[in-house]
Structures are given as C-alpha cells and as structure tokens.
C-alpha cells in the first residue's frame, strides 16, 4: 500500500516537472519580443533625453514587471490592475515615508516595502515589483529622491503605461495568448486585437508559402 502511494505520487511529481519545464518555443519567442520592445522603449527615451540623470526613467521594478506582463500573462499578478496599481500604490508609499521620516535608511526601506505590501493587498492591486518601486523611492539616486511625488506620474506611471501598451500588443499577436485574461477586454476591443491578429496570421501564412515552395523546388 505504502509502495503503491510513493509510486503515484513520484507520477505525478514526475508529471508536474516536465509540464513545468515543456520548453514552447513561440511562447519564448513572444516573451521575448515584448521584453525587448517595452524596456527598449524606456531605455531609448532614458538615452536621449534624460542621460545626465543616473537612468531616472528606467527603474529595476521595470525589469521585474517585465517578467510577469510578457512572460506569465495569465497570472493574476500580471494583469493590467494589478501592473498599473501595484506601482502606484507602492510609488505613493515610498515617497510619503521618504518624506514624512528621517533619511535612516534601515526604517525607510522596510517601511516603504512593508507598506506597500499592505497597500496593495487592501486595494486588490499585488504585484510584486510593486515593493521594488517602494523601495527605489527611498534609496534611489538623489535625481529621484528629488522628485518627490512627481515620481509617482514620472517615471513610474509613464514607463508602467508604456510597458502595458506594448504588452496588449504582443501578447494578443497570436490566438493562443490573451491578454488581460478577463474576457471583457477581447470583446471590447475586437477592433484592436482583430487587425493584430490579421496581420499576424497574413505573415504566418506567407512563411508557409514559402516554406511550401522551396519544398516543391526541392523536390523537383
């Protein structure tokens, strides 16, 4: 009896490690793509118009939303509520406590990150790069310290807007990601995702032509 159960539970631990590690190559690819679009946009504007400002548009937090919005798209913590909210609920925070405490920064770090997690828990907005946000607005560069609640619009709210506009676009490339996972997005804006999809079918299409034409040559 105890052997039967050891077995079925190593089949199904066994399982589990190979659905977990099943490597989809378009999945990756997407991921990519979209992580390499939203963070190349807020890297490019960081080079051209703020350079002497110690990367102020382009925060760590932005690398970790990254992970989330393009590569695990259904998770609850990845959705649109959760990126936008997540980092402004946390950004507030962080600045309020810079503010209101004395620059010692073992209480104003755990603080901020503290609080932020509380924060995001009562208004249903977890994200987990939410508490990086809290953290750099209180040991973050001097340029940043100096914004005060002008960080909560910038950088954060317009790199987390550029970071999700890229994310509807990318992760709505193909039928097989969604992205809000919520329903009512799709059928909303049919006239946003339809044409995307369109055109990423008509490219699809046009490799298998080609793939199909330097097969019959071949053949021939």
């Keep these: 009896m105890v052997k039967k159960r050891i077995n079925r539970i190593y089949r199904v631990v066994k399982y589990v490690a190979y659905k977990e590690t099943l490597v989809d190559f378009r999945e990756k690819f997407w ?19 703020f350079t002497e400002n110690d990367n102020l548009f382009l925060i760590g937090s932005f690398g970790a939303s990254c992970v989330l919005i393009y590569g695990v798209i259904q998770s609850p913590l990845a959705q649109p509520r959760n990126l936008i909210g997540g980092h402004l609920v946390s950004a ?5 406590v810079f503010q209101l405490l004395p620059d010692i920064i073992w209480l104003t770090a755990s603080l901020a990150v503290a609080l932020s997690i509380i924060g995001m828990q009562y208004t249903k907005t977890l994200h987990p790069p939410g508490g990086a946000t809290a953290l750099i607005a209180v040991s973050g560069s001097g340029s940043i310290k100096d914004l005060g609640y002008l960080y909560v619009f910038f950088p954060v709210l317009s790199g987390v807007v550029i970071l999700l506009l890229v994310a509807l676009i990318v992760n709505n490339m193909t039928s097989q990601r969604k992205y809000p996972s919520d329903d009512r997005f799709s059928r909303n804006f049919k006239w946003f995702i339809d044409p995307i999809r369109d055109q990423s079918q008509r490219i699809k299409q046009k490799q298998n032509k080609r793939k199909n034409k330097k097969a019959a040559t071949n053949n021939v």
Excluded at 33 to 39: D, K, Q
Excluded at 92 to 96: A, K
């Design 92 to 96: 507030i925070i962080g600045v309020t």
């Design 31 to 49: 991921s990519f793509v979209g992580a390499f679009i939203g963070i190349g946009i807020i890297a490019f504007i960081q080079s051209i118009y």
